[in-house]
């Protein structure tokens, strides 16, 4: 299982980033997937998840600013992250939620 996540980079407050993940080796459409960061000195926290169907969930810190979605057909996973805040600086990861499978990560930098 490979698990590569692509997309940061360094962006003024207000700004938007898209991030992507592509999958692979598993069967991607069957599981729920998931978007979790980890800022310096704080632990992972789980952003946003899309289940095999389709349905979303967000926590509050990123609620209408940040959408995940999948593509079942290209196995890709992607967050698009609009208004953006220093306080969403951090390393973001995708991730099957119920495999305890981290792959690499990709930065974001939020200046203000």
């Known amino acids: 299982v490979q698990l590569q996540a692509y997309g940061g980079g360094l962006v003024q407050a207000g700004g938007s980033l898209r991030l992507s993940c592509k999958a692979i080796?598993?069967?991607?459409?069957?599981?729920?997937m998931g978007w979790y960061r980890q800022a310096p000195g704080k632990e992972r926290e789980l952003v946003a998840r899309?289940?095999?169907?389709?349905?979303?969930d967000y926590d509050d810190s990123v609620k209408g600013r940040f959408t995940i979605s999948r593509d079942n057909a290209r196995r890709t996973l992607s967050l698009q992250m609009n208004s953006l805040k220093p306080e969403d600086t951090a390393i973001y990861y995708c991730?099957?939620?119920?495999?305890?499978?981290w792959g690499q990560g990709t930065q974001v930098t939020v200046s203000s």
């Open positions: 080796g598993l069967n991607f459409k069957i599981y729920d």
């Open positions: 991730k099957i939620i119920s495999i305890d499978y």
């Open positions: 899309v289940t095999s169907s389709g349905s979303t």
